[in-house]
């Protein structure tokens, strides 16, 4: 509703203020008249009339106060429409990555700017700034606002996916002990990828995204310890998972496959399915698994792909030959924790407890996360 | 909506440029070319200019209240400017399709400051 109000008013500002007031006025009205029939068209109606009153009052905007009343505001397909292009276009490339991230939880999702702030731990003030700047590129640059067409459009979309992965990310790896106020960054993301799936139905990677997004959600159960300390896949209580987001995450993924046209979410998202089916940790699927990472590889190569593979492999091959190629990486990912907690691993494997501990140590001096940083110490103290 | 699209390079890029033989020089002034012509029959070429090289340069800068000039030119010299192409598109996204296909280096896209009101 926002991108409608937006697009009509061409002020990000007054159509959120509109949106919030029409809000506040069905928390004072519904609970005695009843929640009306369609009260998607009651609050546009409501908000409409509001956005009116304020340009009344203000002499500044008669002339958008013309565009509001001859603008042809029907609701559902062009609020569709709305959303999207309101989506692509706060993930503009001409923007910043932080930019895109804040602009889209702002504008899209409805995020406050102390949310976004505690989200992704910086100051407030620092968030504020960021959007205002964002906006006003938007406006002096003169971005387009519409959904790109053409060739443009899967690279803009690849950018689309990144952002909502990135806030995905950020609200699932971050996620220790649950903090009362705190917005679920990690189901937000999921919800606008879903709205993104919804409008643009025939994208496999957008609906890759989803099932990914979806699976790894599954376990949130069992990811924390009644301590609120991190339990690894290998220990997790099954039971606790989600079954039916699972069996979702693989409906979806095989809708998506049905496409024919593979990517990289697809593919780790299948992994992630491979690993939700497995009733234990030691009947999971590993020679599988490496073949989806070979896959990833030849689609979308990176150390971390390649020391993920390397785990996966350490399951059937000897610990020797995964940690040959974890070594492989060391000048890629010397400052990647996860790389040495993984050699960790391997040499412990390997009956050498002495260089795992060192390389144990080095994760902890590289990691930021408390309940990671609480696991290595805890490993080091066996 | 006008824009100046800014094309760029390195000094490492600028060698390379004047070391180029006349055949492969002739070559890229005629892609560069050819990229003109295309687009001034679209009309979205308002002007431009190619600029000759930065030793060519000379800056005035205002030091202690007076102005004071300099041999070279104002960016520091691994950054070079070589020419600039002042274009009338509808947004942003159309800047960037030219820019994109630029066929000799990169291109920074700035809007132009619109006075028509002032």
């Known amino acids: 509703m926002t991108a409608a109000l937006v697009r009509a008013l061409g002020d990000f500002d007054l159509a959120e203020e509109v949106v919030q007031d029409s809000l506040v006025a069905a928390l004072e009205n519904w609970p005695e008249e009843g929640i009306p029939d369609k009260p998607g068209a009651w609050l546009m109606t409501t908000a409409r009339r509001r956005a009116i009153d304020i340009l009344r009052r203000d002499r500044r905007y008669r002339e958008k106060l013309a565009l509001l009343e001859r603008s042809d505001m029907r609701s559902d397909p062009t609020e569709a429409d709305d959303r999207l292009r309101l989506i692509f276009t706060c993930c503009h490339p001409a923007l910043s990555p932080e930019a895109q991230v804040a602009l889209t939880l702002r504008a899209v999702a409805g995020f406050t700017t102390a949310e976004i702030a505690s989200a992704f731990l910086v100051a407030e003030a620092t968030v504020a700034q960021r959007i205002v700047r964002a906006k006003r590129k938007i406006v002096d640059a003169h971005i387009p606002y519409r959904v790109p067409e053409g060739s443009d459009l899967s690279g803009r979309l690849d950018g689309v996916l990144s952002v909502l992965y990135l806030m995905f990310n950020e609200g699932y790896l971050s996620r220790g002990a649950q903090v009362a106020m705190r917005r679920d960054l990690a189901d937000d993301a999921l919800w606008l990828t879903s709205l993104v799936s919804t409008l643009m139905p025939d994208q496999p990677e957008v609906i890759g995204l989803q099932a990914l997004m979806k699976l790894n959600l599954a376990r949130s159960a069992a990811r924390f310890d009644s301590a609120g300390e991190m339990v690894l896949l290998p220990d997790q209580d099954r039971s606790l998972w989600d079954h039916s987001a699972i069996a979702d995450g693989v409906a979806l993924l095989e809708w998506a496959g049905a496409m ?3 990517g990289p979410y697809q593919i780790q998202a299948a992994i992630a399915a491979l690993h ?7 009947d999971t699927d590993w020679h599988q698994i490496v073949v989806l990472y070979d896959a ?28 040959g190629e974890v070594n492989d990486l060391a000048i890629a990912l010397s400052g990647y924790h ?15 407890p002495v260089l795992a501990r060192e390389a144990r140590r080095r994760a902890l001096d590289l990691c930021q996360n408390p309940a990671e940083r609480s696991l290595l110490e805890r ?4 | 909506m006008k824009y100046v699209l800014l094309f760029v390079g390195s000094s490492e890029d600028q060698d390379a440029w004047e070391k180029l033989p006349k055949e492969q020089l002739a070559a890229a002034y005629e892609r560069a070319g050819k990229w003109f012509e295309e687009h001034s029959k679209a009309g ?20 202690n209240g007076k102005p004071m000039v300099t041999d070279g030119p104002y960016i520091e010299a691994k950054e070079i400017v070589g020419g600039f192409a002042i274009v009338e598109v509808k947004d942003l996204d159309e800047a960037l399709a030219m820019a994109k296909t630029w066929p000799a280096g990169a291109v920074e896209v700035r809007p132009v400051v619109d006075h028509s009101n002032d």
């Not at chain 1, 939700?276 to 030691?282: I, L, V, Y």
């Not at chain 2, 979205?44 to 205002?62: C, D, F, N, Y």
């Open chain 1, 260 to 262: 024919r046209a593979s």
């Open chain 1, 276 to 282: 939700s089916e497995a009733p234990s940790w030691a």
């Open chain 1, 296 to 323: 990833l590889v030849r689609m979308a190569d990176s150390p971390v792909v390649r020391l993920n593979r390397a785990v996966a492999l350490s399951h059937f091959a000897a610990p020797e030959i995964a940690l």
């Open chain 1, 338 to 352: 996860l790389f040495h907690a993984t050699r960790a691993d391997l040499l412990d494997q390997l009956g050498e």
């Open chain 1, 379 to 382: 490993k080091l103290r066996d």
């Open chain 2, 44 to 63: 979205k070429i308002v002007g431009s200019a190619e600029l000759q090289g930065p030793s060519t340069a000379t800056t005035v800068r205002i030091k």
